[in-house]
């Protein structure tokens, strides 16, 4: 059973940095796209990072509104996969629910949540200004 859970949201002062994991259990995902949406209250859940490997290499995709600002990375260990996202020079307009995705192989474009059949259960950022 894939089972996708995350950690590290909380409150934060604007200008401040946040990391948030995602821990992948229940499949290898060693060739596996993995990504962030985020949804703010009253909006659509929207794209903010994706990590695709396949066997051999690795890209990373950033929605225009975190390039610069956010980092998506992953590493593995006792056969869980981690997601991580480091967020600096957060806004106010980051806050939102925060939710780990992912799919086994590599997809192009990553940005359409329609291409994600696993999800976490989300984790609050709460931006202050």
């Known amino acids: 059973q894939v089972q996708l859970l995350e950690s590290g949201g909380g409150l934060v002062q604007a200008g401040g940095s946040l990391t948030l994991s995602c821990a992948a259990s229940?499949?290898?995902?060693?060739?596996?796209?993995m990504a962030w949406f985020r949804q703010a209250p009253g909006k659509e859940r929207e794209f903010v990072a994706a990590s695709s490997r396949d066997w051999s290499s690795g890209t990373t995709t950033y929605a225009d509104s975190v390039k610069g600002r956010f980092t998506i990375s992953r590493d593995n260990a006792n056969n869980t996969m981690y997601l991580h996202l480091q967020m600096n020079s957060l806004k106010a307009e980051d806050t939102a629910v925060y939710y780990c995705?992912?799919?086994?192989?590599?997809?192009?474009?990553?940005?359409?949540?329609?291409?994600?059949?696993?999800w976490g259960q989300g984790t609050q950022v709460t931006v202050s200004s």
């Open positions: 229940g499949r290898t995902f060693r060739s596996s796209t």
């Open positions: 995705a992912a799919r086994e192989g590599v997809v192009r474009p990553p940005t359409p949540s329609s291409m994600y059949n696993f």
